[in-house]
């Protein structure tokens, strides 16, 4: 079972459009889960950062935790063409361990 | 400042050779990682140096080899590799175990 479930995609949004990433966790005593923006042949770049239950809001982005149903999301609104990417969900699970989800490759259409 | 440097940015060696990766952080981070990622997978954890100690070795071959010298410093050492160890590695660090990491560039690596 892996640690860390995302819809693998791929996700197609219209400029403008809100795009919404979702990823799931078996482990129940992770505590940390982040969200990185990886484009082709570069490394991930860390968008979002959450510990605790509820919205945390960074400028278009907004991740969700809900650790009852161990559920992260990531909503992007305004989307834009640079915002086409792999989207990467990861979880802090057991101290030191991380691990990432299979990604979401998202492209925001002109 | 978030960076964190690797060098270097591309790697060709035979299956004899040995040679290594270096990474280097400036942000007074307690916790290193070293991460491989083969095309279109995400990146799979090999190795956590928390306070520069070895903490956590994902089952990887003796063929890697880290160190971390200083708390600014990881090496991976290589030696003997295959062709399929071929793949982008990163480097990463945070402030301490489980917060936010931050990755290097990285270095891709080609095993002839």
């Known amino acids: 079972q892996k640690e860390v479930e995302q819809n693998s995609g791929p996700l197609s949004v219209p400029e403008g459009a809100i795009a919404s990433l979702n990823c799931t966790y078996s482990?129940?005593?992770?505590?940390?889960f982040f969200w990185y923006r990886q484009y082709s042949g570069k490394s991930p770049e860390l968008i979002m950062s959450?510990?605790?239950?509820g919205d945390k809001e960074d400028g278009r982005f907004t991740a969700q935790l809900n650790k009852a149903s161990q559920y992260v999301s990531l909503l992007i609104r305004d989307s834009q063409p640079s915002d086409s990417a792999t989207y990467l969900c990861?979880?802090?699970?057991?101290?030191?361990?991380?691990?990432f989800g299979t990604g979401t490759s998202l492209t925001v259409i002109p | 400042d978030t960076e964190v440097t690797q060098t270097p940015k591309h790697l060709v060696m035979g299956m004899t050779n040995k040679k290594s990766l270096k990474c280097e952080q400036h942000?007074?981070?307690?916790?290193m990682y070293w991460y491989k990622q083969k095309a279109k997978k995400p990146p799979e954890l090999m190795f956590v140096?928390?306070?520069?100690?070895?903490?956590i070795n994902e089952s990887v071959p003796s063929r890697f080899s880290p160190e971390c010298p200083n708390s600014s410093l990881l090496n991976l050492h290589l030696h003997a590799l295959q062709p399929e160890d071929s793949a982008l590695y990163l480097c990463?660090?945070?402030?301490?175990?489980?917060?936010?990491?931050?990755f290097g560039a990285g270095t891709r690596l080609s095993v002839l």
């Open positions: 990463a660090s945070s402030q301490d175990p489980g917060r936010d990491q931050y």
């Open positions: 990861a979880g802090g699970i057991r101290g030191n361990q991380f691990y």
């Open positions: 482990d129940r005593g992770s505590q940390s």
């Open positions: 959450i510990y605790s239950n």
């Open positions: 140096y928390s306070y520069e100690k070895l903490s």
């Open positions: 942000m007074g981070h307690r916790a």
